[in-house]
């Protein structure tokens, strides 16, 4: 079976192409995560494979639970997605939009990880190296690992940048054992 960001990428691209073109990307994205937020509930996870419910009425109870957050673009993307079966793939429709988003946007988010917590000097001047570095605007997401002993790892998509103390130590112990 392809995997769920596969089925899922042609939906978010016809979401983003739809939303860009009437000027309203930052509500669709609230209203994606909306809506997938409606469709990760456990009580509605359980309707999503009952044969007793027609995708006309899955539509119908996500659009009533998402209520005036779905335009009418919105809710005509939703019942297509129902008719399609394809309500359980809201989550990464809307993750995958938010990341066509953020790049028509010219930003980057950046998880950085860190053994401590960074202080509000700290991530100004990491934000601005990383600009800097990747060229567009950064979001940055901070959490702490103390198993990293010290320094801190970044990850901005597919790049990954350890600058900590344990991958340090297991770089270390690889080339000490290869």
């Known amino acids: 079976m392809a995997d769920k960001s596969t089925i899922a990428r042609p939906y978010a691209k016809a979401a983003f192409e739809e939303a860009r073109d009437l000027g309203r990307l930052g509500p669709w994205s609230d209203a994606l995560h909306t809506a997938a937020a409606v469709i990760s509930d456990s009580r509605v996870e359980a309707l999503l494979g009952n044969p007793r419910v027609t995708p006309e009425e899955l539509a119908a109870l996500v659009i009533e639970i998402a209520g ?41 988010d950046v998880t950085v990880t860190s053994a401590a917590p960074l202080d509000d000097s700290q991530r100004g001047k990491l934000a601005s190296a990383l600009e800097r570095r990747l060229g567009r605007s950064v979001r940055l997401q901070c959490a702490t690992d103390p198993a990293l002993i010290g320094g801190a790892v970044l990850r901005a998509g597919d790049l990954v940048i350890d600058g900590s103390l344990r991958g340090r130590l297991e770089r270390i112990a690889y080339e000490l054992t290869a």
């Open 68 to 108: 005036p957050q779905l335009d009418e673009e919105g809710r005509n993307f939703v019942r297509t997605l129902a008719d399609n079966r394809r309500l359980p793939l809201l989550p990464e429709i809307s993750a995958l939009f938010d990341d066509l988003k953020s790049e028509a946007e010219g930003v980057v």
